[in-house]
C-alpha cells in the first residue's frame, strides 16, 4: 500500500521538480544510472527547488488543483506506520541533489523493448545520513509489524533494500536514497556504487540553476508519449495540412539525437534552455530564410496583449505549397489561391503577395477599449493585427487597398443574404497616413431597445500602409494605435525564426473585461450556480495572475534548434 | 361521431377524482411531472400527491412564489446572449428547462417552437430565432388567437415563410399557406383561394433590421374573401376568420391533447376538445390544465404513451435526479440525436413519436444515458434521491421508471454491485425510459 502511495508521490514530485543529470561529472549522481537511459533529470539542490518562487507557486498550483490529496494520503500512511514528521520525511528525500533515469522495458523473446512502458529510477542524496537511516529503520520496522504491508527484504552483494511487489524497491547506502519502479535497475545502481562509481558528493549546483535535463527524442516516438506524440507530429510535422499551423511549424522535424536543457530561476524570473536536434543544412528557405539585414523589431502598442514573430519567406511557402503541404490539402490550397487571385485582382498571390512581404512577419494581439465605436459588445474580443514589412510599399499600396475592397464586397454580399448589417467603408487619416477601414452601420444589432449589442461589433476590419509595413487588422483602433507606434518607434523585437511575447498582465485585464461572459459560459458548461460560477473564474484569473510575463524565442544555431523560454511570475501569491 | 361516443368524450375529460376513478399516489404524481415539468425529483412527487390532482394541476402550470434565485441566473446567463451563436443560444434554453423552478413554461414553449416551427438555417441569424422562442415563452399560455398574431408579426417567422416577398403586386402564399395548414386548421379545412386571398391580406408584414415592419405601399387594401370572410382584409381579420373554423379548435386543441396527454385521441374526444377551447376563446392554459386533471390523463392509456424526444428525456432525466449536465455538451448530442433547437429540420416541425427512435439515435441515446451517467457520479447520492433512498438500485428504478425496470436486471445489477453511473446508464437504455 505504501509502494503504491509513494510511487506517484516520488515520480510525480521528482518530474515536477524537472531533474536528472549531466552524466561524466565527478561526483555527479548520474554516476549510479545504468547505461542506455532515454532521459535523465538532474537537481542540483532539491530544497532551492521547492523553496524558489516557481516551487512556491507548483505547490500553491497542486493545492489549488487538489493534487496533494494522494501525496498527503501517502506522507499520512508514513507518519502512522514512522510516527515522523511528513514534512521531516520531504526535506530529508528531496532537500538536497536529485538524479532521476527513464529507461526502456526490455521484452521476453523481442529484441525491441516495450513501447508502451518506461522504468524509472531515482537516486537522492539527503544533507542528513542519519536521519536517513533512522527514518528508513522506522519504515521498515513499522512495514515489518504491519500484517498488511505487501513487501520484502531483499539483499544486493550484502546490501540490503525492500521491494514492493514486482514495482517498486527502495534502497539506502550511506546518504543515498534510491527508488526503481524495476528491481533490475535498483541492483545495478547498488552494483555501481560498490565499485566506487560515485566519487565525492558535487556542490549544489550553480546557484540559479534549478534543473538540468537531457532525453534521447526516442522518448517522444511510440508508447506511453502517444498522447504527447501525436499533437507533436502535428505541430512539427514537415508536411502539415493546415497552412496556419504549416506556417508556423512545418519544416521543424525533430531530428534524431539529443535534447539538452535546464531550468534555472533567480527570485521571480524562471528561464527553460533547450537544445532541440539541430535542422538540416538545406532546410526550406520559407521557414529558415537567410538572416535578415535590418532589425527584427515589430510595431507593439500601449494595448498589446500578445505579438507573434515569424521570420518566413511568404513567397517561397506559397510557391512550393504542393511539396510543402500534403495531397490532401491541395484541393483546398488551389481553392485558396483561386480565390485570393480573385480578390486580389488577378494577381500572382505567389509572386504578387506573398511574395511582396519582407521576411518580417508578425500577428500583433491588442484589447480593445471601444473608445469612439458607435456600440459596444458585451462580449470584447481582442483585436489582431497582421503586420509585415514590404519588399516594394509603392507597389503594393494600391494592390491592398483593392483587395481589402473586393474583400469587404464579397462579405457585405453575404451579410445582406443573411439581411444582416453592412460594413461602410471609410479612409480615414490618422497621423497624416490613410488608413481604409470598414464599419458596421448602427441599427440592428448595435443595442438599444434593451438589447445588447452584437459581438459583431468587435470588428472594424482595416488596413493601411506606413513607412514600408503594411497593416491588415480586423480593428480600425488598433490599426490606428500601431501607425502612432511606427511613427514614434514603439516597438517588440522578434528573435530567431519564430518568437512569441505575452503580457499576462494586460491579458488578465482583457479577461477581467468579460468576467460576466466567463461566468455565464462556466455556468453552461460546468452547471454551476451564479456565485459558485464567479468563484471558478475568479480562481483562474489569480491562478493566470500569478504569471506577469511570457516570452519564448525558437533560434536556428549551427549545433542546435535552440528553445527559451522566459517566465516573469506575478507579485502576488496565489 | 355518435351520441354515445360524444358523451364518452365528455366524461373522459372529467377532473379526475381519486378513490372513485383511481388511486392518487406517487405514480400518479410521477405521470404528471413527466408531462407538465419534463420530470421531478422524489420530495416534488411527495408535494403532488399532497395537493391532490386538481391543485397539483393547477401549481404546475403556475409561476412560483419565489423565483428570485431563478432571476439571477437568467441575470448571470446575459452577457452571453449577445454572441449571436447557435450553440450558446441552444446551451442557454437547454439551461432554462433544467433550472426554471416551473419548466411548464419551457415545456409548453418547446411544444410551440415545434408548432411553430421556424429554424435558424434559413433566418440566419440566432439572435432572431431567440427572440421568437421569447415570445413563445412570454405568450404561449394566452389566448391562441394573440399567439398567431404575435407569430406572424415576428421577425424569425417572416423571414422563414418569406414574408418580405410578399408584396402588393407579386403576393407569396407561403406564409398565409402555412398558417392554414400547418398553425391553425389542417389540411382539408380551407380551399385553395382562401390560402391566395390570405396571402393578400398579409402583403406589406415585413420585417426590418430584426423588427417587424408594417410597409404600407405594399399592402394589398383591396377586397378579399377568406373563410366566408369579405372585405379589405388584413392578417388580423384572416386570423380572427380562422379562429372562428370548427377545425382550429380542434386542430390546435388536439395537438396539445397529443403532446400532453396521448398521441390517439379519437374523433368524438377531439371534437369535445376542440369545442371546448374555442368557447373559452381558445384560452390555451385554461385547456391544458383542463386536459392534465382529467380523467383521460391519469388513464391507463395515457401512461407510458409517448415517446420522449431527446429533450425532454435528457432534460427529464436531470430533473428527477437534481443533475447538472454539460450543457454546451448537452446541446450537441441532442443536435445528433435529431432534436436541434432553433432548427427543426422543416416548417412540419419535428415528426416525434416513433420517428426518434431508429438504430442510429438508440446508440445515441445509450450514449446520452452515460455522459449522464458520467455527470452523477461526481454527485453525493443523497443529492440524487434524498435522504432516505434506500438502495440506489431501488431507488433510481423508482425516480425514473416508477418501478418498471424488469427484476431480473434489478437482480443483476444488485448481485454485480455494479456503481450508481452505471446503474444510471443502464436503465435510463431501457425501452421503458423512452416513454413519458
Known amino acids: ?574 | 361521431v355518435t351520441a354515445r361516443g360524444q358523451i364518452a368524450a365528455e366524461a373522459s375529460l372529467d377532473a379526475y377524482r381519486p378513490g372513485v376513478d383511481g388511486p392518487f399516489g406517487e405514480a400518479e404524481a410521477a405521470h404528471l411531472l413527466r408531462r407538465t415539468s419534463f420530470g421531478g425529483t422524489l420530495a416534488e412527487r411527495r408535494q403532488i400527491v399532497e395537493l391532490g390532482p386538481a391543485r397539483a394541476a393547477i401549481d404546475r402550470t403556475s409561476p412560483p412564489e419565489n423565483e428570485s434565485d431563478y432571476a439571477r441566473v437568467l441575470e448571470a446567463l446575459a452577457p452571453l446572449a449577445s454572441t449571436d451563436t447557435l450553440e450558446i443560444s441552444q446551451s442557454i434554453w437547454l439551461t432554462r428547462m433544467l433550472r426554471d423552478p416551473r419548466p411548464f413554461r419551457e415545456l409548453l414553449t418547446l411544444f410551440w417552437h415545434g408548432h411553430f416551427a421556424t429554424s435558424v438555417s434559413k433566418v440566419g441569424r440566432t439572435r432572431l430565432l431567440v427572440r421568437q422562442v421569447d415570445m413563445l415563452r412570454e405568450s404561449g399560455q394566452g389566448r391562441f388567437g394573440d399567439i398567431v398574431t404575435s407569430v406572424s408579426r415576428d421577425p424569425a417567422m417572416i423571414v422563414w415563410l418569406d414574408g418580405n416577398a410578399n408584396r402588393r403586386h407579386h403576393p407569396n402564399e407561403n406564409y398565409a399557406r402555412e398558417l392554414m395548414e400547418l398553425f391553425m386548421l389542417g389540411v382539408g379545412n380551407y380551399a385553395e383561394s382562401d390560402v391566395l386571398e390570405a396571402a393578400r391580406a398579409f402583403t406589406g408584414w415585413h420585417e426590418h433590421n430584426g423588427r417587424y415592419r408594417f410597409n404600407t405601399h405594399e399592402h394589398d387594401d383591396g377586397a378579399k374573401s377568406v373563410l366566408g370572410r369579405t372585405g379589405s382584409l388584413g392578417g388580423e381579420d384572416v386570423i380572427a376568420a380562422c379562429l372562428e373554423q370548427p377545425a382550429c379548435g380542434r386542430f390546435v386543441g388536439g395537438k396539445l391533447f397529443r403532446f400532453f396527454v396521448h398521441p390517439d385521441p379519437d374523433n368524438a374526444l377531439l371534437e369535445v376538445i376542440g369545442r371546448r377551447y374555442r368557447e373559452s376563446g381558445h384560452d390555451t392554459l385554461a385547456l391544458i390544465r383542463m386536459l392534465v386533471g382529467s380523467r383521460v390523463f391519469y388513464s391507463a392509456q395515457a401512461r407510458r404513451s409517448i415517446v420522449m424526444s431527446p429533450v425532454m428525456l435528457a432534460i427529464g432525466a436531470a430533473r428527477c435526479l437534481s443533475l447538472r449536465p454539460d450543457a454546451t455538451e448537452l446541446a450537441n448530442r441532442l443536435t445528433g440525436l435529431g432534436q436541434s433547437l432553433y432548427a427543426p429540420p422543416s416548417v412540419k416541425g419535428w415528426d416525434g413519436g416513433r420517428s426518434w427512435l431508429n438504430a442510429a439515435t438508440l446508440i445515441g441515446r445509450v450514449n446520452l444515458a452515460a455522459e449522464l451517467a458520467r455527470r452523477a457520479a461526481s454527485q453525493p447520492v443523497e443529492e440524487l434521491f434524498g435522504p432516505d433512498r434506500g438502495h440506489y438500485v431501488t431507488a433510481l428504478n423508482h425516480t425514473l421508471l416508477d418501478g418498471a425496470a424488469p427484476a431480473t436486471l434489478l437482480d443483476t445489477l444488485r448481485r454485480d454491485e455494479l456503481d450508481l453511473p452505471t446503474c444510471l446508464r443502464v436503465m435510463l437504455s431501457l425501452p421503458e425510459a423512452q416513454l413519458a
Not at chain 1, 250 to 267: E, N, P, S
Not at chain 1, 426 to 440: C, K, Q, S
Open chain 1, 1 to 574: 500500500v505504501i509502494a503504491m502511495q509513494l510511487t506517484p508521490f516520488v515520480l510525480g514530485l521528482t518530474v515536477l521538480l524537472s531533474g536528472v543529470a549531466r552524466p561524466g561529472e565527478d561526483g555527479d549522481l548520474s554516476a549510479l544510472l545504468p547505461d542506455g537511459r532515454l532521459a535523465e533529470v538532474h537537481v542540483p539542490s532539491g530544497k532551492a527547488v521547492w523553496e524558489s518562487e516557481m516551487g512556491l507557486r507548483l505547490r500553491g498550483l497542486i493545492e489549488d488543483m487538489g493534487a496533494d490529496r494522494e501525496l498527503r494520503e501517502g506522507l499520512g500512511a508514513l507518519h502512522v506506520l514512522t510516527g515522523s514528521d511528513p514534512a521531516a520525511w520531504i526535506e530529508l528525500v528531496l532537500g538536497g541533489e536529485l538524479e532521476l533515469g527513464v529507461y526502456p522495458t526490455p521484452r521476453k523473446n523481442n529484441p525491441t523493448p516495450n513501447p508502451a512502458k518506461r522504468q524509472v529510477l531515482v537516486v537522492a542524496r539527503t544533507a542528513d545520513a542519519d536521519g536517513l537511516a533512522l527514518a528508513m529503520n522506522a519504515l521498515q520496522a513499522a512495514l515489518e509489524t504491519n500484517p498488511d504491508a505487501e513487501f520484502k527484504t531483499a539483499r544486493h552483494r550484502k546490501l540490503p533494500y525492500l521491494r514492493f511487489g514486482k514495482n517498486a524497491s527502495l534502497a539506502r547506502v550511506d546518504d543515498l536514497l534510491l527508488f526503481a519502479t524495476d528491481d533490475r535497475l535498483l541492483t545495478e545502481a547498488l552494483e555501481r556504487w560498490l565499485d566506487g562509481g560515485l566519487l565525492a558528493a558535487a556542490g549544489s549546483g550553480t546557484g540559479t540553476e534549478l534543473a538540468s535535463f537531457e532525453f534521447d527524442t526516442e522518448l517522444l516516438r511510440p508508447g506511453d508519449f502517444a498522447s504527447l506524440r501525436a499533437p507533436t507530429r502535428k505541430l512539427l510535422g514537415r508536411r502539415l495540412a493546415n497552412p496556419l499551423s504549416n506556417l508556423l511549424f512545418g519544416g521543424l522535424t525533430l531530428g534524431k539525437g539529443r535534447v539538452a536543457g535546464t531550468l534555472a530561476g533567480v527570485g521571480r524570473e524562471i528561464a527553460l534552455d533547450v537544445c532541440l536536434p539541430p535542422v538540416p543544412d538545406d532546410a526550406p528557405r520559407a521557414w529558415f530564410p537567410p538572416e535578415p539585414a535590418g532589425s527584427m523589431a515589430v510595431p507593439v502598442t500601449p494595448e498589446t496583449l500578445a505579438v507573434l514573430s515569424l521570420r518566413r519567406d511568404l513567397g517561397d511557402w506559397w510557391r512550393n505549397r504542393e511539396s510543402y503541404m500534403p495531397d490532401g490539402a491541395q484541393p483546398g490550397l488551389a481553392k485558396a489561391d483561386q480565390n485570393m487571385a480573385l480578390i486580389f485582382a488577378g494577381q500572382s498571390p505567389a509572386e504578387d503577395v506573398f511574395g511582396q512581404t519582407g521576411q518580417v512577419l508578425a500577428l500583433v494581439v491588442d484589447r480593445q477599449r471601444f473608445e469612439d465605436a458607435a456600440a459596444v459588445p458585451d462580449v470584447h474580443l481582442p483585436a489582431f493585427c497582421l503586420v509585415t514589412r514590404l519588399r516594394d510599399p509603392e507597389a503594393f499600396t494600391p494592390t491592398l487597398a483593392v483587395a481589402f475592397q473586393t474583400l469587404m464586397g464579397v462579405i457585405n454580399t453575404d451579410r445582406a443574404r443573411n439581411r444582416t448589417a453592412p460594413f461602410l467603408l471609410d479612409t480615414t487619416l490618422h497621423e497624416g497616413i490613410g488608413v481604409r477601414a470598414a464599419h458596421l452601420l448602427s441599427g440592428a444589432g448595435s443595442g438599444g431597445k434593451g438589447e445588447p449589442a452584437a459581438i459583431d461589433f468587435n470588428f472594424s476590419p482595416a488596413v493601411a500602409v506606413v513607412e514600408g509595413w503594411a497593416l491588415i487588422g480586423t480593428s480600425v483602433e488598433q490599426v490606428n494605435r500601431l501607425v502612432s507606434a511606427l511613427h514614434s518607434g514603439e516597438s517588440a523585437e522578434g528573435r530567431g525564426v519564430m518568437s512569441f511575447d505575452i503580457d499576462v498582465t494586460r491579458v488578465l485585464s482583457a479577461l477581467e473585461d468579460n468576467r460576466g461572459a466567463l461566468v455565464a459560459q462556466s455556468m453552461l458548461d460546468n452547471g454551476l450556480d451564479p456565485d459558485e460560477a464567479a468563484t471558478d473564474v475568479d480562481n483562474l484569473l489569480e491562478w493566470i495572475g500569478s504569471l506577469q510575463h511570457v516570452s519564448a524565442a525558437l533560434t536556428r544555431q549551427a549545433e542546435c534548434l535552440h528553445v527559451d523560454l522566459d517566465l516573469l511570475l506575478g507579485e502576488s501569491t496565489p
